[in-house]
């Protein structure tokens, strides 16, 4: 006798994914899409009656300040609406997430635009400042908000009874886009070019924004963060990650050529300024990199290496204040700057890198405040008269090179630069010899090592790694290369004194904001610490009226990378398999150099 067992199945259902405001999809479609319609509109009416508030919203018919942000925003948010809907032309904003990108731009214009009408309360003395433009543009943001929290879930839930709060959380996440279609070079090329010209008009904006009009800047940032996190949710991040993957040398052409251009679209050398410290701050920050990134070294003390650069700049630069009368060449005192520092690095890593961890970062630590305090005494009475004491050394002249001074004004294609342009333009040329080596180095056999000492010192050098000789190797080059910016910045400032290299300070770069900028860019990867010294040295340099709290809210940001996104801004995939570990085994596919062309 043969029995035979049989199965039932029960047939599956896909599971809803419900919205945090239970509305019809295309109901909240269509209101997302004209409610961000009517909000454009209102940035054409005037938002209030005196030209008293910065950036004259008192103009019928032409945006401007607070205004052109929320325009901005509104677009952006009808186009990915536009975009969900399928249109024909519109389909590429939208490879991943349609829902939560749409949400995030709803939330962005409403954030910058609620936060100008209150901004125009509190400066003018009250809502009854504001004209019916102000009223209409409220109203209607917070409207497409609504509308957007309609929009259903891009990612199903986890439970088939979500709670308010996990629907909430859940209407953020996105899907991974597929493959994309394959372009032509020459159109990957071209989508790369135009993605760092919009980035050099976005970064050009927002460092042209007047230092005395600081809601600005605030509604700026508010409009870039949710614009940035929508994007991602889209896809268009890794559709561009890929293209820039294919074609490493074009992307990394392409980056120089707009940070190139970015001295040529200032009418105010002062913009310049900023630009040039951001290029100092990122370029010392790229060679922590080498250090904490690649070798995971922990170096509390690394401004130090900045600081013997400058100095010996300065010492040999031809200053009226100099100690030791020698006046050598700018590439002589470039040399002469990263060899002291390359010394330096030698002499303090060779007995220290034989500890680990918090022991490590404890003499590091030590070594910078050392460093300090030793230029501090260096006066003729407290010690040797070399660094003048706490006056340091002024009057450090401009530098001349090839005949060219780049204290004066030059006109360049037409283009008039002053000395913070010319300035730039030479630290951005250190700067490209600075990624190069980094480049280098991280795809070679030496940065492998680094990498595996990194990950586990003790299985490295089981497997024949000369662990001590390649820490000690990658402490050096990190000095060097900070000791070749020093040299730049001594003739920036005109002026070294010792409480530019201390620990912490409310303007970098010292030591703690270096290695934030790491950390918050991204450890292991090019483009991270650019983007993170840039954010770190921008953003307090336009909000100079919280001064008194800048390290307060530096800790809180920091607290809340660690929580939402320890591998950084800009991670490589290594870190985001170690941070976002899922339980099966994901192993990096193709390339998992650390560095993605600068990406």
């Not at 300040?65 to 904003?93: D, E, K, M, N």
């Not at 309360?121 to 400042?129: C, I, Q, S």
């Not at 300070?505 to 991204?522: D, H, K, Q, T, W």
Request: proline share 6%; with cysteine; aromatic share 10%.
């Amino acid at each position: 006798m043969t029995t035979t067992d049989t199965q039932t199945t029960t047939p599956t259902t896909p599971r809803h994914t419900p919205a945090i405001i239970p509305l019809p999809p295309a109901t909240a479609r269509a209101a997302t899409a004209t409610g961000a319609l009517l909000t454009l509109a209102s940035t054409f009416l005037a938002w209030t009656w005196t030209s008293e508030f910065p950036g004259d919203l008192t103009v019928n018919g032409y945006p401007g300040g607070l205004q052109v942000l929320t325009l901005t925003g509104a677009l952006l948010t009808l186009l990915f609406t536009l975009s969900a809907y399928g249109i024909r032309g519109l389909g590429w904003l939208t490879p991943g997430g349609k829902s939560s990108a749409i949400l995030l731009l709803a939330l962005g214009t409403f954030a910058t635009t609620w936060y100008a009408i209150i901004a125009i309360a509190v400066d003018l003395g009250g809502l009854a400042n504001l004209e019916p433009g102000g009223w209409i543009a409220a109203i209607t943001a917070l409207l497409t908000l609504i509308a957007a929290l309609g929009l259903p879930n891009d990612v199903p839930p986890d439970t088939d009874t979500p709670t308010p709060w996990k629907r909430f959380t859940q209407s953020f996440k996105a899907p991974t886009p597929g493959q994309a279609a394959p372009l032509p070079s020459w159109a990957e090329i071209l989508i790369i070019a135009i993605s760092f010209g919009l980035g050099l008009f976005v970064f050009t904006y927002g460092i042209d924004i007047d230092d005395e009009y600081a809601e600005l800047f605030i509604g700026f940032m508010l409009m870039v963060c949710f614009g940035a996190t929508a994007i991602s949710r889209a896809g268009l991040n890794r559709r561009l990650a890929g293209y820039t993957a294919t074609h490493k040398n074009v992307t990394v052409t392409a980056a120089f050529v707009a940070a190139f251009a970015f001295p040529f679209t200032q009418t105010n050398d002062a913009y310049a300024t900023i630009g040039a410290n951001i290029l100092i701050f990122a370029t010392v920050a790229l060679g922590l990199n080498v250090v904490v990134g690649l070798a995971g070294l922990l170096d509390l003390g690394y401004v130090a290496f900045l600081g013997v650069g400058a100095y010996t700049a300065a010492l040999v630069s031809g200053s009226t204040s100099s100690t030791i009368g020698i006046q050598l060449p700018f590439w002589g005192a470039v040399l002469a700057g990263a060899a002291a520092s390359l010394v330096f690095g030698i002499v303090i890593g060779a007995p220290t890198l034989r500890l680990h961890g918090d022991y490590l970062a404890i003499v590091t630590l030590g070594f910078g405040e050392i460093f300090r305090i030793a230029m501090q005494n260096m006066d003729g009475t407290s010690g040797p008269n070399v660094t003048n004491g706490p006056n340091g050394i002024p009057n450090i002249p401009d530098l001349e090179i090839l005949g060219f001074n780049l204290g004066e004004t030059h006109t360049v294609l037409g283009f008039e630069l002053g000395k913070f342009s010319n300035y730039y333009l030479l630290m951005l040329f250190f700067t490209i010899i600075v990624v190069t080596v980094f480049r280098r180095s991280d795809q070679s056999r030496i940065g492998r090592a680094w990498v595996a000492i990194r990950e586990d010192e003790t299985a490295a050098r089981a497997m024949g790694i000369n662990a001590f000789r390649l820490k000690l190797l990658a402490f050096a080059l990190g000095a060097t290369l900070a000791g070749m910016a020093g040299t730049v910045q001594a003739h920036v400032t005109t002026t070294v004194t010792p409480t530019q290299f201390k620990f912490v300070e409310a303007v970098p770069p010292n030591s703690a904001f270096l290695l934030a900028a790491v950390i918050l860019g991204g450890m292991g990867t090019v483009s991270g610490p650019l983007i993170g010294a840039s954010l770190l040295y921008l953003i307090p340099a336009k909000l100079q009226f919280m001064s008194d709290y800048q390290l307060l809210l530096f800790g809180i940001a920091l607290v809340l990378l660690m929580r939402f996104r320890p591998e950084g801004l800009i991670a490589d995939r290594r870190k985001q398999l170690e941070f976002h570990q899922t339980d099966q085994l994901d192993t990096p596919k193709g390339d998992i150099g650390l560095s993605k062309a600068g990406v």
